[in-house]
C-alpha cells in the first residue's frame, strides 16, 4: 500500500490517495479536481470514498467521478444527502454526486485490491464512517503529511472527521451528536495501538496515542 496526501481547499482538507495492487482510491475529495487527477497520472482510479456529507469533503467528487468513472462510497445513512436527494447538512452547497456502492457498518468491500472494513460513526454527521485496513504485517510507515507519501503494512484508519490529532470532529452542526460522538470514539480506542490514523484535517496520528484523552 502507498499513501500520498493532498492538502486542499480553504479549510486544508486532507485528500488521500492510497494505492492498492488494483488501483487508488481517493478518498474525499474536497475540491480541484484538475489537480487530484494531475496527481494521479496514468494510475487507475479504483474507487472515490466520501467518509461523510459535508461540503469540504465531496466537493470534487461528482467531477472526479465524470473524469475517472470510478465508482463513489459512501454510508448508507449520508449517501441520500450526497446524491442531492435530502437537504445539505450545511449552508454551503456542493455539486450532488450520485453514490453507486452504498455500504453499511460493519461490511467489509475490495477496494484498490485491498480489504477494508466499514465501520459508521455517527457524531459528526449520521453517517459518518472510517473505513479500516487489518494489515499484513507490523512493518513501519514512512513518510508524513502535508503532501507527503507513506507506505504501511501496519493497520489503517481512514477517518475522515471523527477523530484527529488530539481531538474529534465538531457536533454543533445539524445532525451532529456529541453523545453519538463518543461512543463512536470509543469503538475506535479498542482497535490496535499501532493504527495509523488516517484523518480529514491536520497530521497523521495513532489509535495508541489518540486513546489517552478518550474517555
Same mark, same amino acid.
Given at each position: 500500500?502507498?499513501?500520498e *496526501?493532498m492538502?486542499l481547499g480553504?479549510?486544508a482538507? *486532507?485528500?488521500?490517495? @492510497?494505492?492498492?495492487p488494483d488501483?487508488?482510491?481517493?478518498?474525499d475529495?474536497?475540491?480541484?479536481? =484538475?489537480r487530484i487527477?494531475?496527481a #494521479?497520472? =496514468?494510475r487507475?482510479?479504483s474507487?472515490?470514498?466520501? /467518509?461523510? +456529507?459535508?461540503?469540504?469533503h465531496v &466537493?470534487?467528487?461528482?467531477a472526479?467521478?465524470? +473524469? /475517472?468513472?470510478a465508482?463513489v462510497?459512501a454510508s448508507?445513512?449520508d449517501a441520500p444527502? @450526497?446524491? &442531492?436527494e435530502?437537504p445539505?447538512?450545511?449552508?454551503?452547497?456542493?455539486d450532488p454526486?450520485?453514490?453507486d456502492?452504498?455500504?453499511?457498518d &460493519?461490511?467489509?468491500?475490495?477496494?484498490?485490491?485491498?480489504t477494508w472494513?466499514? $465501520?459508521?460513526?455517527p457524531?459528526?454527521t449520521?453517517g459518518?464512517?472510517c473505513?479500516?485496513y487489518a494489515?499484513e504485517?507490523?512493518?513501519e510507515?514512512?513518510?508524513?503529511? *502535508?503532501? *507527503?507519501?507513506?507506505?504501511?503494512?501496519?493497520?489503517i484508519l481512514?477517518?475522515?472527521? /471523527?477523530l484527529? %490529532?488530539g481531538?474529534?470532529?465538531?457536533?454543533d452542526?445539524?445532525?451532529?451528536?456529541? %453523545?453519538?460522538m $463518543?461512543?463512536?470514539l470509543? %469503538?475506535?480506542?479498542?482497535?490496535?495501538?499501532?493504527? #495509523?490514523?488516517l484523518?480529514?484535517h491536520n497530521?497523521l /496520528?495513532?489509535?495508541?496515542t489518540?486513546?489517552l484523552?478518550i474517555?
Amino acid at each position: 500500500m502507498k499513501i500520498e *496526501n493532498m492538502v486542499l481547499g480553504p479549510l486544508a482538507n *486532507n485528500v488521500y490517495l @492510497i494505492e492498492g495492487p488494483d488501483g487508488v482510491v481517493v478518498v474525499d475529495p474536497s475540491c480541484e479536481p =484538475e489537480r487530484i487527477v494531475e496527481a #494521479l497520472g =496514468e494510475r487507475p482510479v479504483s474507487a472515490i470514498v466520501l /467518509t461523510h +456529507a459535508h461540503w469540504d469533503h465531496v &466537493g470534487a467528487a461528482k467531477a472526479l467521478r465524470d +473524469a /475517472t468513472g470510478a465508482v463513489v462510497v459512501a454510508s448508507s445513512v449520508d449517501a441520500p444527502v @450526497i446524491a &442531492g436527494e435530502q437537504p445539505f447538512l450545511t449552508e454551503s452547497e456542493f455539486d450532488p454526486c450520485p453514490v453507486d456502492m452504498v455500504v453499511e457498518d &460493519g461490511q467489509r468491500v475490495d477496494l484498490g485490491g485491498l480489504t477494508w472494513q466499514v $465501520l459508521v460513526t455517527p457524531g459528526h454527521t449520521p453517517g459518518s464512517m472510517c473505513l479500516y485496513y487489518a494489515g499484513e504485517g507490523s512493518g513501519e510507515d514512512t513518510g508524513g503529511n *502535508n503532501g *507527503n507519501s507513506a507506505s504501511a503494512d501496519r493497520p489503517i484508519l481512514v477517518a475522515g472527521d /471523527t477523530l484527529f %490529532r488530539g481531538a474529534h470532529g465538531r457536533t454543533d452542526f445539524k445532525g451532529g451528536s456529541q %453523545r453519538d460522538m $463518543l461512543e463512536s470514539l470509543r %469503538r475506535l480506542a479498542a482497535l490496535p495501538d499501532e493504527t #495509523l490514523v488516517l484523518p480529514g484535517h491536520n497530521e497523521l /496520528t495513532t489509535i495508541g496515542t489518540e486513546k489517552l484523552w478518550i474517555a
